[in-house]
């Protein structure tokens, strides 16, 4: 199962998340993953652990081999220059000439500069620093007015989204214009979440952890999870999980679990900004 976006790029069905992966053990959790089977890492310029990623791969039983390698700018170096410099400091960190997708991490649209990030991004495309642009967490105003600006979308949308906020509108949005939607904190960290009767009674079905069911759901509205794990078994699981088949009635009963409270920090892209 994969994804393919506007201009061909395919993505895997599930990604690994390496937030908060740093050091040596962080190091050896994305190996692992890697050894796994997993072929998308999903890392950014504010996690800190872009060097921890370039090792991991370089740790790996088959290197960089065909993993893609993501990473964002953060709201800080959106001007023109900063973010041409901050995609140069990335590969330098991660020790690789080119890296396969890149970010925006938040549109911040107080300081008006996403769309001169956006540019700057599609230059460092051209000149074969990266090779896809994509955002997290635009809105449809976002996508439109760089699109306006430039005649092209990003290739990918990562947006917060998650059963108690299924985010329905934007996948579709997203969809009509070959942009593909990953999801961040796709598990909602668990809690009341995985307790949900619909999840447990379909877990028991199939035997399986609820947050196997969450992933599965994920796979079956077209949403491209990136769950972060460092234990083995549970990476694993989490690949495994894409495949599972549940029933249209399971999808739209965990689809129907959405909340106008859905978020997790109430992190509106409207209005919420990060640097």
């Known amino acids: 199962m994969s994804l393919t976006t506007h201009r061909g790029f395919t993505l895997p069905s599930i990604g690994l998340g390496t937030y908060k992966l740093r050091g040596a053990a962080g190091a050896e959790a994305i190996a692992n993953g890697i050894n796994s089977g997993y072929t ?105 007015a760089v699109h306006d600006a430039t005649g092209e979308y990003p290739e990918v949308n990562q947006i917060e989204l998650n059963p108690y906020f299924p985010q329905t509108e934007a996948l579709a949005y997203n969809s009509e214009r070959g942009i593909v939607t990953q999801a961040w904190s796709p598990l909602r960290r668990g809690g009341e979440l995985f307790s949900e009767p619909v999840i447990t009674s379909a877990a028991e079905r199939l035997g399986v952890s609820a947050a196997e069911i969450v992933l ?57 900004e990060e640097f």
């Open 40 to 144: 998308l890492l999903d890392s950014a310029y504010n996690y800190e652990n872009e060097g921890t990623v370039g090792e991991g791969l370089r740790a790996s039983a088959s290197g960089r081999g065909n993993v893609i390698v993501t990473s964002k700018l953060p709201g800080r170096y959106q001007r023109h220059d900063d973010a041409l410099t901050c995609v140069q400091e990335s590969l330098y960190r991660l020790n690789l000439e080119n890296i396969d997708l890149y970010l925006i991490h938040w549109p911040n649209p107080g300081q008006g500069l996403y769309v001169e990030a956006f540019k700057a991004l599609l230059e460092a495309r051209e000149s074969g620093l990266i090779s896809h642009v994509g955002v997290c967490n635009f809105l449809p105003e976002h996508l439109e």
């Open 216 to 272: 599965a759901w994920h796979a079956a509205i077209g949403s491209l999870p990136i769950p972060k794990s460092a234990t083995p078994a549970r990476q694993l699981a989490n690949l495994a999980a894409v495949n599972l088949e549940l029933t249209s009635d399971e999808v739209a009963a965990i689809t129907a679990l959405g909340r106008p409270d859905g978020r997790l920090k109430d992190q509106d892209p409207a209005v919420y």
